[in-house]
């Protein structure tokens, strides 16, 4: 079955600061790994992630992959209060006719 | 393209009542997925369809729960009878199934309270 933990559950953080979150997967025969954010409403695209290494940005955004270690990052710099939201991770499974499995979310709220 | 669109958006329902909920997707996708989102559980996998066909219910909570997709355009989730636990966000999902770098995409949900 296929599995994947986010980590932190929550943090509260200022604005300025940089926020990192984890994801970590296993997944029976990989496709990709997905990042959402999801604020009071449905979850909204934020990356695809395919291969190893590759930094995906997005103005303060980024993310990566090690398909080694299975896991993934999300970093946020210099966060604003409308980074406040839930994150979410989830994993393609091509085994599984690419169904997507979901992580529990990692709540940020951004103080201002 | 206006998107995956569910509907009602809210729903309010006494318990032992039937309730359907519809979704539409983007119009193209071959993959359409049902979400339930609560406080407790998240995000979690209900059903999925791959070319209108269910490919994996192994989600689904029980026998009340049942969806149907009878043609590309069109699928329901109806829980018959209802419960006050099964009061959730229902999120449907459509991807391009077999294409590469492409994402899912969420409808806004169906809010449901069950009394």
């Known amino acids: 079955e296929d599995k994947v933990v986010q980590s932190p559950l929550s943090l509260v953080v200022h604005e300025g600061d940089t926020v990192t979150l984890n994801c970590s997967y296993e997944?029976?025969?990989?496709?990709?790994l997905l990042w959402y954010k999801q604020e009071k409403k449905a979850p909204t695209f934020l990356f695809m992630l395919t291969s190893s290494g590759i930094e995906k940005k997005s103005g303060r955004l980024s993310s990566i992959l090690d398909k080694k270690e299975l896991f993934s990052i999300l970093n946020i710099t210099a966060t604003q209060t409308g980074d406040s939201a839930v994150y979410l991770c989830a994993v393609e499974d091509k085994a599984a006719g690419n169904k997507l499995t979901f992580g529990g979310g990692t709540r940020v709220l951004v103080k201002p | 393209d206006a998107g995956v669109i569910q509907s009602p958006r809210h729903e309010v329902t006494e318990m032992g009542q039937e309730v359907t909920l519809r979704c539409k997707p983007i119009?193209?996708?071959?993959?359409l997925f049902w979400y339930r989102q609560t406080m407790m559980r998240g995000l979690e996998l209900l059903i999925y369809f791959n070319n209108n066909v269910p490919i994996d219910d192994s989600g689904m909570p029980e026998d009340r729960f049942s969806a149907k997709m009878p043609n590309a355009s069109f699928s329901t989730l109806k829980i018959q009878p209802s419960e006050p636990r099964d009061s959730a966000v229902y999120f449907c999902?459509?991807?391009?199934?077999?294409?590469?770098?492409?994402?899912?995409?969420f409808g806004q949900g169906t809010r449901l309270t069950v009394v």
């Open positions: 997944v029976t025969n990989f496709r990709s």
């Open positions: 999902a459509s991807s391009p199934t077999g294409a590469i770098n492409t994402e899912a995409f």
């Open positions: 119009s193209g996708h071959n993959s």
